[in-house]
């Protein structure tokens, strides 16, 4: 059904409301967002905005970064497309629907800040494709010894899920420079 819901605004012309509580529905479907809690407004605004805030209002280790970028390439010989947005550059493989996207086209990226890892210095030797310097925004607690950390990339915003312990050992701070090392990115549509 998702399909369809999605191909409804472009084809009709019209404005949908559609109502969930389901994350992954509200990241495919959504350009604006109104959330909702005990009947009234906590928020409202574009959806990658809202997504990208240190405090989405959504339950502790769910938290999730929408980026609106660009395919730029496919690498056929490694199956990957290259997806540029306002911070660097992501490389994903390369599905059917990517692949039958042409280049320029524009997409939505989401990167769980559970697949985010951070650390001090840029690694070297490693299968991880997606590095990016950033800068550090912001940190809050998000449920037991886990802390959600605000990151700038660019103009761009992610999310990384990290341990408190490891918070404490890297002494992360807001405005500290560090490298987000990012294992999986979703494409949105």
Do not use: C, M, W
Not at 90 to 110: D, E, I, W
């Amino acid at each position: 059904v998702l399909p369809y819901l999605e191909a409804l605004p472009r084809g009709l012309a019209i404005p949908i409301l559609y109502v969930s509580h389901a994350q992954e529905e509200v990241l495919r479907l959504a350009q604006h967002i109104v959330q909702l809690a005990h009947g009234q407004v906590v928020r409202q605004g574009d959806a990658a905005t809202l997504f990208n805030q240190l405090d989405q209002g959504f339950a502790a280790g769910n938290a999730t970064a929408v980026l609106q970028g660009q395919l730029l390439a496919h690498h056929a010989q490694d199956h990957l497309s290259a997806l540029g947005f306002a911070g660097g550059q992501l490389l994903l493989p390369t599905t059917p629907a990517l692949a039958s996207r042409p280049l320029g086209s524009a997409v939505r990226l989401t990167i769980a800040a559970r697949d985010v890892s951070l650390s001090l210095q840029p690694l070297a030797h490693t299968s991880l494709l997606n590095s990016l310097p950033a800068t550090i925004t912001g940190l809050r607690e998000d449920g037991p010894g886990q802390v959600l950390a605000a990151l700038a990339v660019g103009e761009s915003q992610l999310l990384a899920h990290i341990s408190q312990r490891s918070a404490r050992q890297l002494a992360l701070a807001p405005g500290q420079a560090v490298f987000a090392h990012i294992k999986r990115v979703a494409l949105v549509r």
